[in-house]
Nanobody, 115 residues
Framework: VQLVESGGGLVQPGGSLRLSCAASGFTFSNYIMNWYRQAPGKERELVARVFRGSGSTNYADSVKGRFTISRDNAKNTVYLQMNSLKPEDTAVYYC?????????WGQGTQVTVSS
């Protein structure tokens, strides 16, 4: 099983980034896909979730209206479009796949929002 994140980097406040997470080794379409983040000195928090099947989504209040999660089951990839980025969005972003008792994690990608 592998989850490989990409797309992180340094961006100015108000800018945008698009994170990608390429999955392999499991049946991607059967899993809920999540993006979490962890800032220095803080606990890991759920940012966004996209369900299997309907593809419905949930967001943390702090990112609603700015971030969009999506999935492409044909490409086994989940995305996180991040707009209007703020310094408080600075964190390591992790991709997570969840189904029943199974949880898989990526290695994380750093997002830094700074002028």
């Amino acid at each position: 099983v592998q989850l490989v994140e990409s797309g992180g980097g340094l961006v100015q406040p108000g800018g945008s980034l698009r994170l990608s997470c390429a999955a392999s080794g499991f049946t991607f379409s059967n899993y809920i896909m999540n993006w979490y983040r962890q800032a220095p000195g803080k606990e890991r928090e759920l940012v966004a979730r996209v369900f299997r099947g309907s593809g419905s989504t949930n967001y943390a209040d702090s990112v609603k209206g700015r971030f969009t999660i999506s999935r492409d089951n044909a490409k086994n990839t989940v995305y996180l479009q991040m707009n209007s980025l703020k310094p408080e969005d600075t964190a390591v972003y992790y991709c997570n796949a969840h189904r029943l008792e199974y949880d898989y994690w990526g290695q994380g990608t750093q997002v830094t929002v700074s002028s």
